[in-house]
């Protein structure tokens, strides 16, 4: 099955400055992924995704880029700010009997200091 | 982004007890739904796809008689928590993909925080 890695799990920036999130995975099947971002005790939003077909994507101060040959794909967060504080998680859908289903990495916490 | 609410957001219950959780997707209809399972600082482990009018598909490792899992309706899909234990502590999350059958963008509902005592 599908395996996805993360780094870093714990990210610390200062206000302004840029943060980057990797992940890898290992089904060349994959061909789409989300990017999560979770607050505490709330639920997965899903902020941004990225599909097979396009090697980036950006919205606002979000872009995620993508390499299928390499099979990894990242999260850039420019001028980051105290409230993009929150645990990101990528993803990878692959397929079960029912359809495609998210398998996630582990999940990089992020802090941004004011 | 699609609406998916679910119930109860908190249990606190006696270990031995069995416990529902109700997921619903409330502005489309939903044949595939998936239950996670998430402790403590850790990422989402996806436990079982709900199949609505057949059998859930549970991932290796989770008790399919332990977590009993019905989809009814298109709408609802529901996790059953039987005879919990205080290491069935965690916190559950549904998600449902917008297509409704499997597809690719998922939305979660707000979770479910399970304490057993």
């Known amino acids: 099955g599908e395996n996805v890695e993360q780094h870093p799990s714990t990210l610390s920036v200062q206000e302004g400055d840029s943060a980057v999130i990797k992940c890898t995975y290992s089904?060349?099947?994959?061909?789409?992924f989300p990017w999560y971002k979770q607050e505490l005790g709330k639920r997965p939003q899903l902020i941004i995704d990225?599909?097979?077909?396009?090697g980036e994507k950006k919205d606002q101060r979000i872009a995620v880029t993508l390499n299928k040959t390499a099979k990894h794909f990242s999260l850039h967060i420019t001028e980051t700010q105290p409230e993009d504080s929150a645990v990101y998680f990528c993803?990878?859908?692959?397929?079960?009997?029912?359809?495609?289903?998210?398998?996630f990495g582990g999940g990089t916490r992020l802090m941004v200091k004011p | 982004g699609a609406v998916v609410s679910q119930h109860p957001s908190w249990v606190i219950c006696k270990s031995g007890t069995s416990v529902k959780i109700e997921c619903r997707s409330l502005?489309?209809?939903?044949?595939?739904m998936f239950w996670y399972r998430q402790f403590p600082k850790q990422s989402l482990m996806l436990m079982a796809t709900?199949?609505?009018?057949?059998?859930?598909?549970?991932e290796q490792g989770v008790e399919k008689d332990k977590f009993l899992i019905n989809h009814a309706s298109l709408t609802l899909s529901t996790l059953t928590v039987t005879s919990a234990h205080p290491e069935d502590s965690s916190f559950y999350i549904c998600?449902?993909?917008?297509?409704?059958?499997?597809?690719?963008?998922?939305?979660f509902g707000p979770g479910t925080r399970l304490l057993v005592l």
């Open positions: 089904d060349s099947a994959s061909n789409y």
């Open positions: 993803a990878a859908s692959g397929s079960n009997n029912a359809g495609n289903m998210l398998t």
């Open positions: 502005d489309f209809q939903a044949t595939t």
């Open positions: 709900s199949n609505e009018g057949s059998k859930a598909t549970y």
């Open positions: 990225i599909r097979s077909n396009v």
């Open positions: 998600s449902a993909p917008t297509s409704g059958q499997g597809g690719e963008t998922q939305y």
